[in-house]
């Protein structure tokens, strides 16, 4: 099981593994969006129809 948590700009989530259900914190800082232009790998399908 896998929960999920966000609190401004910093993450994490807790793993609980196996028959145990001892919990695996992993904790993460939000990182630079890169510079790509918005929808810039959308399908051209898409708008065609």
Known sequence: MIKYVQAGN?????????????PHFTTFEAQP???VKPMAYANSFMFGM
């Not at 910093?10 to 001892?22: L, Q, S």
């Open 10 to 22: 910093k993450g994490a989530f807790i793993r609980f593994n196996g028959h145990d259900m001892v």
């Open 33 to 35: 969006h890169p510079a």
